[in-house]
């Protein structure tokens, strides 16, 4: 069983994600969070059973996508 994300760490995602013009890679949001690029995609899950999407480009890009409730 792996570790479950920090909860903190999802939120900070959220607010980065649209601070970035376009798209984002997963080594910026590492970088900015000062995780590995390992730990940002364990958490792309946890975030989409948030209600928090990021989609992900051809060159591999995020951008954020929030599900309707």
Do not use: C, K
């Not at 909860?7 to 890679?25: D, F, I, K, N």
């Not at 969070?33 to 899950?45: G, H, I, K, N, Y």
């Amino acid at each position: 069983m792996g570790r479950r994300p920090d909860e903190e760490r999802l939120a900070r995602y959220e607010e980065l994600v649209p601070e970035y013009p376009g798209r984002v890679r997963q080594s910026d949001l590492a970088r900015a969070l000062r995780v590995s690029r390992s730990t940002v995609q364990r958490d792309l899950p946890a975030l989409e059973e948030r209600g928090t999407l990021l989609m992900e480009d051809e060159r591999g890009l995020l951008s954020l996508f929030r599900r309707r409730r």
